[in-house]
């Protein structure tokens, strides 16, 4: 089941790896320039500001933890909605103020606030010397230059290929027990209130080679928990007519000498099942998880795939955004109601009722009504979420619904309605919760707990949050813990 030999092929075969040291050492070493980074949004921007991490530190940054120590500070910024963007306006008038007792601190703007604004970003930002989107990361040691000749530096090009497959990110803030992987990039799909599509322009898949070599590498290093990330994992391709011809013996090897699934084998094209199973079949004590999948995509095979490795998580995150078929369509799901109950019912009776379940909702999208309202409520009690991302409708400039349909429902009528939802699904995560008390449950320690030394805390299989008294134990190992309360957010235990 080990993978090394091939993966060192691979990797000797492979284009322009950059390798780097990651010592302690090199970090504090001295004469360096320091780069300070700060992520929003979602989880694939912190995946991203590992990427930028890596290529700062071949152009002979080190990183730091404290903005105050830095001589380049980046914010990799979120435009999912306005408070996402209106949080880093506040954090760059502090920016500000640091500036002004060093005036050659450089401040760069990464990421997807960056790509939507451009240049405009400058003009309204005067503290911002750097502008750069999400496929300019490996420009960034450049504009760095510019910037530090005195000229304002600016790239947000969008690219139909970039994966930065080649680039083995720098983890920060790591606990050295969970990474996330990027997969793919960008999206394809147009939901009407999204700006993801513009910041992070097409879909394209990563290098399948590169993925599992990355999550090899981090098991290799002590890691128990690879995340694959992707806006919509669902729809990951990866088209390699020559390269899988020539590397079927590797797939083979990739995978061990079990009986190898037909999405990896017969089609010289990998789904997304494929590429899980590849992962899965890292090891035994590597736990696989991913985000997000679309309900219009998720097929059976992944939830095949993932009935048959134990180190799959079981639990999925399927975003529902709404309850009412009406309002799902204004909202370009391209899917309805009974759709995204079949799927449900899907991942019922493949995966049992034990599959954690999570979903996104969306409060007064444009023309909601209250009985539409009353849907998305209805849905949540049917499907009985384990836990919930609950937003209020956000108008983003330049997405179709901007364009479309006017943003008509009252900022207290959205703050009710979420209010509603957010009390619905505590209810729900309460009791999905209490069905684990009295069960022995698998947990991956994470660290300590956030409340006391004298806890850790780690994740069980459908990523609740489990903490329980430390003994002799350490982060990185599998305990087994009996579950004895909860609350909404928590489980609490004893090792068994
Ligand atoms: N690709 C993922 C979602 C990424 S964005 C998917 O399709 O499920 C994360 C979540 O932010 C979305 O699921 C949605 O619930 C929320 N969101 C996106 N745009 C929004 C907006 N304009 N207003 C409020 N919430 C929004
Ligand atoms: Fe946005 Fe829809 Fe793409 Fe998710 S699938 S990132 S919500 S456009
Ligand atoms: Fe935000 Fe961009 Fe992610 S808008 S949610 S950081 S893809």
Known sequence: MTLIPELTILQAADKEHIDLPRTLEDELAIGKKRLYIESYGCQMNFADSEIVAAVMRNAGYATTSTAEDADVIFLNTCAIRDN???????????????????????????????????????????????????????????????????????????????????????????????????????????????????????????????????????FDRGYREVTLL????????????????????????????????????????????????????????????????????????????????????????????????????????????????????SIRRILGDDCGISTDMISGFCSETEAEHQESLTLMDFVQYDYAYMFAYSERPGTLAAKKYPDDIPEDVKKRRLSEIIARQLEHSAKRNQRHIGQVQRVLIEGPSKRSDDFLCGRNDQNKMVVFPKGDLQKGQYVNVLVTECTSATLRGDVV
């Open 230 to 345: 992707g806006q919509n994992v669902d729809s990951y391709k990866w088209n390699d007519e020559l390269g899988m011809m020539n590397r079927s013996a590797d797939a083979g090897k990739l995978i061990g000498s079990q009986t190898v699934s037909s999405s990896i084998t017969h089609h010289s094209s990998l789904s997304f099942a494929g590429l899980l199973e590849m992962v899965a079949r890292i090891h035994p004590e590597l736990r696989v998880r991913f985000s997000t999948s679309h309900p219009k995509d998720i097929t059976d095979d992944v939830l095949y795939t993932m009935a048959r490795y134990d180190n799959i998580c079981n639990y999925i995150h399927l975003p529902a955004q709404s309850g009412n078929s009406r309002v799902l369509k204004l909202m370009n799901r391209t899917y309805d109601r009974p759709w995204y109950i079949e799927k449900i019912n």
């Open 84 to 218: 996402a963007e209106q949080k880093v306006r506040h954090r760059l008038k502090h920016l500000t103020g640091l500036k002004r007792q060093k005036p050659e601190l450089l401040v760069g703007m990464l990421g997807c606030m960056a790509e939507r604004l451009k240049t405009k970003l400058l003009e309204e930002e005067k503290v911002v010397d750097i502008v750069a989107g999400p496929d300019a990361y490996r420009d960034i040691p450049k504009l760095v230059e510019e910037a530090e000749s005195g000229q304002k530096a600016v790239n947000v090009f969008l690219s139909r290929e970039e994966t930065y497959a080649d680039i083995s990110p720098i983890r920060l803030n790591s606990n050295g027990v969970t990474a996330f992987v990027s997969i793919m990039r960008g999206c394809d799909n147009m939901c009407s209130f999204c700006v993801v599509p513009f910041t992070r322009g097409r879909e394209r898949s990563r290098d399948p080679y590169s993925i599992v070599r990355e999550a090899q590498d981090l």
